[in-house]
């Protein structure tokens, strides 16, 4: 445990400025007005896991927006773990809502969050657990401790109901085989 712990203090303010870049683009996939930046957020998460270790990464066309799909495989006789996200947002509105601009990242301390917290479109919904899932397994990368093969299916579209995703899936089983899937998500 202290070895994970001084890996997250030697990197933390990278951690955060990378998901404060990620967080700054707004995509809202229930707006064609944020087309290019879905597409954009697509290419982010690819860099993410490429830089994080994964051995193949690859940006899966549908016929609406992007599935980022990535893979870490250390032993094909080892079990596999699908890990599943989504790197869209929902529109910010009621903008009357907000205290900052939603795609303008802002850390603040709460009552609920005295150390501070990030407050933008998506810290909670879902770029913020994807990331923290991409970084976690970067830390296995690093540390030689991936005790199993990993893989990652980000989509771009659960806020307009994965409308795509079941296609993808039917057309990649072998691909997207694996023993036990981790879902990132947020509950309230």
Request: hydrophobic share 35%; net charge negative.
């Amino acid at each position: 445990m202290e070895n994970i712990t001084n890996y997250i203090q030697q990197n933390k303010e990278r951690f955060i400025n990378e998901l404060i870049e990620l967080l700054k683009i707004p995509s809202v996939s229930a707006d064609t007005a944020f087309s290019q930046d879905v597409i954009d957020t697509s290419e982010a998460v690819k860099r993410s896991l490429e830089k994080a270790g994964c051995d193949t990464v690859e940006i899966c066309e549908t016929d609406g927006y992007p599935i980022v799909y990535a893979e870490k495989i250390i032993d094909p006789n080892l079990p596999t773990v699908l890990v599943y996200g989504h790197y869209d947002v929902q529109p910010p509105d009621p903008m009357e809502l907000w205290t900052s601009p939603p795609f303008e990242p802002v850390i603040k301390k709460t009552e609920i969050h005295p150390e501070g917290a990030i407050f933008a479109r998506g810290a909670c919904d879902d770029k913020g657990q994807m990331y923290m899932h991409i970084k976690a397994f970067e830390y296995m990368i690093q540390s030689k401790t991936l005790p199993c093969n990993v893989k990652f299916m980000i989509e771009g579209e659960e806020e307009v109901g994965s409308v795509n995703l079941k296609s993808f899936v039917e057309k990649n089983t072998k691909k997207l085989k694996n023993d036990v899937i981790l879902i990132c998500m947020v509950v309230l």
